[in-house]
């Protein structure tokens, strides 16, 4: 498999990620893998910009609401599982497209997860409590002083990373970044990122009329149909959580969409700070054409080839 290729494609959230995606699918003639840990769940499509019908029936994705939210899937399963995918997709694709905004699940793929240490459940145990108890705002604390240097990569909104930090940081004794870029497995493939971008502005701007369009296709009554278990870790993401504080009448309506656009705006920064550390990737704005990009893959290739 070491002639395949894997063409990455990521960006901040509303950047026109699955339509370029999907155009370098119909152009290399082959299949999709989808890296969004948040269109992972069959419950939940509004607020996760799931590809509609027809862009599913244009291209066959993977990994697109395959998962119930009262499943547990980590990046490490997602790891196995799309290695498993890209070895079956090789055996009839020269090129494979993966994309996504979750940094961290492509990383998962293209280049290998780091390796942990065994600590305590008790642990995980106890911090989960303390967000029940306490909120969010206690652990992000916690992770601030016990690692600096991580606090300010992480999406300190998701409490699932921020809670799979803190264990690691409690239980070791050590910084969790301190676990970070050690040696990983190789990949018997090539892979290209490509990333999708624009001025702040005009990514802010798209921000704004997405959620405005969720809300309009159905947003809140997709939130009032899983608000019963609103505590399940699938949910705790932006789009969920602020309508969900609306539902339990703590804000008005208005009130919890403004602070959607916000806290997206807020998640389209943080992605941008992690792609930002790539020093390899092919960097595009958002409006260059299909032929443009597939001409900028072929002389970053040629690149590659030349070391």
Known sequence: ?????????????????????????????????????????????????????????????????????????????????????????????????????????????????????????????????????????????????LDPDYSTRVDLENPHRVIRALEICLGTGKPYSTFLNREKPSRPFKSITLGLFADRAVIYDRIEKRVDIMMEQGLLREAEKVYAHKDQNALQTIGYRELFNYLDGQWDLNFAVSEIKKNTRRFAKRQLTWFRKDEQMLRLDHQTSVEATVEAINIKLKELAHG
């Open 1 to 145: 498999m070491a002639d395949k290729l894997l063409i990455c494609i990521v960006g901040p959230t509303a950047i026109g990620k699955t339509s370029m995606a999907i155009a370098l699918a119909n152009y290399y003639g082959t299949e999709i893998i989808s890296a969004d840990s948040r269109q992972f769940y069959k419950e939940i499509s509004i607020g996760t910009a799931v590809p509609t019908t027809k862009e599913l029936q244009t291209v066959n994705h993977h990994f697109i609401q395959h998962k119930s939210i009262f499943e547990t899937y980590s990046v490490g399963d997602f790891e196995r599982d799309a290695m498993a995918a890209l070895k079956e997709l090789f055996k009839q694709k020269e090129v494979v497209i993966m994309v996504g905004g979750s940094g961290l699940y492509v990383d998962a793929v293209t280049k290998g997860l780091d390796n942990f240490p065994t600590v305590s459940p008790k642990i995980r145990q106890e911090l989960i409590e303390k967000l029940e108890h306490e909120g969010i705002e206690s652990l992000q604390k916690m992770l601030k002083d």
